[in-house]
């Protein structure tokens, strides 16, 4: 080869190619390591595909823009799999119509303390305003938080990051915390796994339990729909 | 399969168009799972509804398909994080600390509120 060797490289890192394949193959590594390891809450497959892939950008200088020229196409999915999940609540719609009463005020309890949590939290901590703002909608599923930040005038990009490592620790604490409670109630449980750590949570829920799935899914459709109302709302009264 | 993916696709799409021809305050794909949803009811209702991919559960293998490895989705977004890596340096412990407690509280919130109410319509119906 009389070309420079680096040039193959070069050719390859630029194409959507490559980071398409890094993504499927990092994450179907660490779901085989979560599974080997019985789905241990900290083998977490998001958690360590995030930090693998980040590292190897960071070591090969690959910028974020390029990477997502790729992995575009599986980030797509989440809204095709939002519809999807009509499928596991219309397969356990009797469950889901003989807990509408405690469905609707959870939903209420959980989004007003979701939102309110972070914003008081985050004024405490003395974080910057835009910082604030753009923590607010964390709990909803990445798509909608993404929109709801952009019609505060937030950083969208930051808040995807926050709903993602709100997903992740919440996936990662539900089952301990909720065997603490001494909760046995999947639905409850499902419930609140997806109110408070969205899509991430909801994988999270299936894992553990079907009904726990369904009602996380529920959760997390429900969710977004009131935080879209609630974030304005709750920005306007308690930042400063 | 091909049927199934663009029945999916096409309850996004049209919960999309709806969403922003309206100004609705609600996600597209929101409004399209609640369309798939009621096309799913009303295939038991309506026979002639109950062709293609609404038949011999076309698409309800597609979406357990996707909702199988709903944690990869999140991927893309995650790596994001190699964005923010000098916010994270200055604020980072604050943010993760912030993020943590509150989705304990949220999480506990929840599932206790959930616990209660169901319990005192247990107590309502057995009086």
């Known amino acids: ?240 | 399969m091909p049927a199934s993916l663009g029945l999916i696709l096409l309850c996004q799409l049209i919960g999309e168009a709806v969403v922003r021809g309206l100004g609705l305050p609600l996600p597209g794909p929101v409004l399209g799972l609640l369309l798939l949803l009621v096309l799913l009811l009303m295939r038991d209702r309506f026979a002639p509804i109950a062709r293609g991919p609404l038949r011999n559960d076309g698409v309800e293998t597609a979406s357990r398909g996707l909702l199988a490895h709903l944690s990869l989705l999140f991927v893309p977004a995650g790596v994001g994080v190699v964005q923010k890596l000098d916010l994270l340096a200055s604020h980072g412990i604050a943010i993760i600390l912030v993020l943590a407690l509150s989705v304990v509280v949220t999480l506990l919130a929840t599932v206790l509120t959930f616990r209660l109410v169901s319990r005192l319509l247990k107590q309502q119906d057995a009086r």
Do not use: C
């Not at chain 1, 490289?9 to 499927?24: A, E, G, I």
């Not at chain 1, 390029?66 to 989440?78: D, E």
């Not at chain 1, 985050?122 to 305003?129: I, N, Q, S, V």
């Not at chain 1, 990009?157 to 997903?167: D, P």
């Open chain 1, 1 to 240: 080869m009389k070309d420079n060797p680096f040039s193959l490289w070069v050719y390859l890192s630029q194409s959507p190619l490559l980071w398409l394949t890094v993504t499927l193959l990092v994450y179907a590594t660490t779901d085989a390591v979560s599974l080997a390891m019985r789905r241990h809450p900290l083998a977490n497959p998001v958690l360590h595909a995030m930090w693998i892939i980040g590292a190897f950008l960071l070591l090969t200088g690959t910028s974020y823009t390029t990477y997502f020229a790729g992995a575009q196409f599986v980030h797509f999915l989440l809204g095709p799999a939002t519809v999807a999940l009509a499928v596991p609540l219309y397969e356990n719609r009797k469950r889901v119509v003989s807990s509408i009463v405690p469905m609707l005020v959870a939903l209420v309890a959980g989004s007003v303390t979701a939102v309110v949590s972070v914003v008081v939290l985050a004024e405490l901590a003395g974080l910057p305003r835009d910082v604030v703002l753009s923590l607010a909608p964390k709990s909803v599923t990445a798509g909608v938080a993404m929109g709801i930040a952009e019609s505060l005038h937030a950083d969208p990009s930051l808040t995807a990051v926050a709903v993602i490592l709100t997903g992740i620790m919440g996936a990662i604490i539900v089952t301990p915390l909720m065997n603490r409670t001494g909760v046995t109630d999947y639905r409850a449980r499902g419930f609140a796994a997806g109110l408070a750590a969205h899509g991430i949570g909801t994988a999270r829920a299936f894992q553990v339990d079907e009904i726990a799935g369904v009602f996380s899914g529920i959760a997390m459709s429900l969710n977004a729909l009131v935080t879209s109302f609630l974030v304005p709302l709750a920005v306007t009264l308690l930042v400063r």
